[in-house]
């Protein structure tokens, strides 16, 4: 997956805590989330697993998606997580293997 806009929630667990961010890369955000290296809200509560995401064109959109998802009631957010993951999977590994397979198909045209 090439850099692209995304907004993003990860989660400490099934109906854990939750944090929404955005970002241009969101293999590598992630990445850093799951060892550590965001200082901050996910390392201090443990928020590691992605349970959501939305790609956008433009990061202007992601921006304002994700501030009004920060905005929303905590149930809206669970509804949203269900809604696309209804078994709360760690997304990430999905995001890996679809960068990988996208990246083989780009080489072969």
């Not at 692209?4 to 961010?21: E, M």
């Not at 202007?60 to 809206?76: L, N, P, V």
């Amino acid at each position: 997956m090439s850099k692209q806009p995304a907004v993003y929630i990860l989660a400490s667990k099934r109906n854990g805590t939750l944090y929404a961010g955005v970002t241009s890369d969101l293999i590598k955000r992630v990445w850093q989330h799951k060892n550590n290296l965001v200082e901050g809200f996910t390392k201090r509560y443990n928020v590691h697993q992605l349970v959501w995401y939305e790609l956008h064109d433009n990061m202007q959109s992601a921006i304002e998606r994700e501030k009004r998802i920060k905005e929303w009631k905590r149930k809206w957010k669970l509804d949203l997580i269900e809604s696309m993951n209804p078994n709360w999977t760690d997304l990430y590994h999905e995001l890996i293997s679809l960068d990988s397979g996208l990246r083989r198909n780009d080489g072969e045209g």
